[in-house]
T-cell receptor, first 113, second 112 residues
């Protein structure tokens, strides 16, 4: 186990709704990155948070937003859900920006109907 | 833009044979290349990684090679076992961003 936990594990939402996904980073890690993994594809970078500030963003629209808290846990918020948002959402924590490996959580499977 | 190509998309081998997965990256600033194994419904797990100042790294039955000039890196699994069956992803990260760019994955099946 990596020590990175995500909640919930599964979620079903209706198109147009909003969703919040949560991630607790591994102890001692101050950097959290979020990825979207559609079925049969590789993870796609959404954004990264370092010490409560956004530190890089991938090619995702503004309705994808995030937060990082003083304890370095993080949230991913998605507004106005679309069917194509159905995916596995993964968070990964690292000891610091630019540091070694990223440790992935088990993911949240989001289904939009 | 940044891109990582991965081949093959599927690979079937007999138990005991070797398996090779190849990736090509586009960003010259890439300096870190991890490989992840993902079993169905589970998180990606790091199995080996290599940095740009190293040409080859080995860990038991798994090895990774890196050719910076050609922007290629490869995963080699020897003496494959049925439990090696999974989807494998390569990724690249550049020194001036912190995001991992993943390949499209290779589904490896090892038949007993």
């Amino acid at each position: 186990e990596t020590g990175v936990t995500q909640s919930p594990t599964h979620l079903i939402k209706t198109r147009g709704q909003q969703v919040t996904l949560r991630c607790s980073s591994q102890s001692g890690h101050n950097t959290v990155s979020w990825y979207q993994q559609a079925l049969g594809q590789g993870p796609q970078f959404i954004f990264q948070y370092y010490r409560e500030e956004e530190n890089g963003r991938g090619n995702f629209p503004p309705r994808f937003s995030g937060l990082q808290f003083p304890n370095y846990s993080s949230e991913l918020n998605v507004n106005a859900l679309e069917l194509d948002d159905s995916a596995l959402y993964l968070c990964a924590s690292s000891p610091s920006v630019g540091d070694t490996e990223a440790f992935f959580g088990q993911g949240t499977r989001l289904t939009v109907v | 833009g940044e891109n990582v190509e991965q081949h093959p998309s599927t690979l079937s081998v007999q138990e005991g044979d070797s398996a090779v997965i190849k990736c090509t990256y586009s960003d010259s600033a890439s300096n870190y290349f991890p490989w992840y194994k993902q079993e169905l419904g589970k998180r990606p797990q790091l199995i080996i990684d290599i940095r740009s100042n190293v040409g080859e790294k080995k860990d038991q039955r798994i090895a990774v090679t890196l050719n910076k000039t050609a922007k290629h890196f490869s995963l080699h699994i020897t003496e494959t076992q049925p439990e090696d069956s999974a989807v494998y992803f390569c990724a690249a990260r550049s020194y001036n961003t912190d995001k991992l760019i993943f390949g499209t994955g290779t589904r490896l099946q090892v038949f007993p």
